[in-house]
């Protein structure tokens, strides 16, 4: 292949890359894979990236603090539930667990979706609602040391008696 045609099937992948990134911030991985997907070769995917990431549009750390605060504010998640959303993003490992840290489950949101949730269960007995919110925030990602502590925390039928 020339020279001419490598550079212009960079161009056309970069071209695309940046279509991509319009939509939504995209991962590095996220962004390869579209690329290579769409049938243009790792050296001009990579290509394309490289410049993107020397020129600020892409950037896994700051996505990545990103989603975190999208997974707590909007989607009430736990732990677990933060690294499996990174995970699915593309986002690597040592990035996840240098954001994360070692924080625990925010306790707050589980609280909160539990509240919410006991509205709507008002005419189930008490253990059906212990089973069910567990499972609830247990999907969300949350701790099982998380979920005994909100048990601790709110009140349930059986508890006035």
């Known amino acids: 292949m020339s020279k001419s045609a490598e550079a212009s099937g960079m161009q056309a992948a970069l071209k695309y890359s940046i279509k991509l990134l319009a939509y939504r911030d995209r991962s590095e991985k996220e962004l390869l894979e579209k690329i290579v997907g769409r049938g243009f070769s790792g050296a001009e995917a990579s290509g394309a990236i490289d410049y993107l990431r020397q020129k600020g549009f892409i950037n896994d750390r700051q996505l990545a603090d990103s989603l ?72 969300r990602g949350f701790s099982y040391a998380t979920v005994k502590t909100v048990f601790g925390k709110i009140k349930l039928k059986e508890d006035y008696s």
């Open 68 to 139: 975190i605060r999208d997974g707590i504010s909007r989607k009430c998640l736990g732990r677990r539930g933060l690294i499996a959303y990174l995970q699915k993003r593309g986002i690597p490992s040592d990035i996840i667990e240098d954001r994360l840290g070692s924080e625990g489950d925010n306790l707050d949101a589980a609280l909160d979706i539990a509240k919410r949730r006991l509205l709507r269960m008002s005419g189930l007995d008490a253990d059906t609602i212990r089973r069910r919110l567990a499972g609830l925030l247990s999907r």
